[in-house]
């Protein structure tokens, strides 16, 4: 059974005023485009269709609202760094992500989703940066690790860590496909929903 049996799709936001109610405890998750964020929440809620996945890069365009329990969400974050997007829809989404982080009153924490071969790069520097400006938890997800070696994965984790040693950011290993770290993020995330 899935830890979350109720789970659904809540709302789609293109526009603040589109945000479901802020409200409760939510969790985001930011990454990349193609850096696996649907494919990650898919996992920990045990549930493949729910967020949609793909293989073209920049497909969830849209804040996506999930709903876990009452007043518990799950948010996908529009990817960054798909260099086929228009300056104009790149601005679009620089102001929307920014006004989101700015005015949640319900974020919780952010779950970062970084491609385990890329590493943490400038963008997803930046995207700490304002989740810790304004207080709240922040985690790590290294996805894809089977496409990795054991070695290479666990260097990458020794080098995420040691980027985010000055903060209390936390970083773990994580494949949907080889279903590595699953229990490990959900526990995470229930420590910061309760
Ligand atoms: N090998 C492997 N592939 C994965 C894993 N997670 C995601 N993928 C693949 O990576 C591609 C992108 O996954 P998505 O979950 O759609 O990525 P996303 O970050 O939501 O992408 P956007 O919504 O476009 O920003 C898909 O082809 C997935 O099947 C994983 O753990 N291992
Ligand atoms: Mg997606």
Not at 35 to 57: D, W
Not at 160 to 176: E, K, M, N, P
Not at 178 to 191: F, L, S, T, Y
Request: glycine share 6%.
């Amino acid at each position: 059974m899935s830890t979350y049996p109720h789970v659904k799709f809540l709302t789609s936001a293109a526009e603040t005023h589109q945000f479901a109610p802020d409200v409760g405890r939510e969790i985001a998750f930011a990454g990349r485009s193609n850096s696996g964020k649907s494919t990650a929440i898919n996992s920990v809620t045990q549930r493949s269709g729910l967020a949609r996945v793909s293989r073209t890069p920049g497909r969830t365009q849209l804040i996506n609202f999930f709903e876990l329990m009452p007043d518990r969400r799950l948010v996908d974050l529009p990817g960054y760094g798909f260099a086929k997007v228009p300056e104009r829809i790149r601005l679009h989404w620089l102001q929307l992500m920014e006004h989101y982080f700015n005015v949640r009153e319900s974020l919780a924490g952010l779950i970062l989703i970084v491609d385990s071969r890329r590493g943490l790069g400038a963008q997803d520097a930046g995207m700490l940066e304002w989740v810790l400006a304004r207080d709240r938890f922040a985690h790590v997800l290294l996805t894809k690790t089977d496409k990795l070696n054991r070695r290479d994965a666990q260097s990458v984790l020794r080098e995420t860590r040691a980027a985010c040693s000055d903060t209390a950011v936390s970083a773990q290993l994580f494949s949907a496909h080889n279903k590595e770290g699953i229990e490990e993020a959900r526990q995470v995330m229930d420590g910061w929903l309760k």
